[in-house]
């Protein structure tokens, strides 16, 4: 079953997760796709999905969940 434009993609919905080229994952993180190489080469990337001996990809939910867990509280002013 193809997804609609209007489908929402949440991690909620893992059947309706899509895999992100590099590029793409690299834009929804607001990263440069030279960045997103140097976070994985030392690790700290999400996790990835080798789609081809050269080609790697990222299930939307996991670049999501990634971003969530780096997320840290507003310093607070008093």
Same mark, same amino acid.
């Given at each position: ?32 796709? /030279? %960045? ?10 999400? =996790?990835?999905? #080798?789609? &081809? ?6 299930? /939307? %939910? ?10 840290? =509280?507003?310093? #607070?002013? &008093?």
């Amino acid at each position: 079953m193809p997804l609609e434009p209007s489908t929402p993609t949440t991690p909620d919905n893992p059947e309706m997760d899509v895999v992100l080229t590099h590029p793409e994952a690299a834009r929804m993180l607001r990263l440069s796709t /030279r %960045s997103l190489d140097r976070l994985c080469e030392t690790g700290e990337a999400p =996790p990835r999905i #080798q789609l &081809t001996g050269r080609r790697i990809g990222y299930w /939307r %939910s996991d670049v999501l969940a990634w971003l969530k867990a780096r997320t840290t =509280p507003a310093k #607070q002013t &008093t």
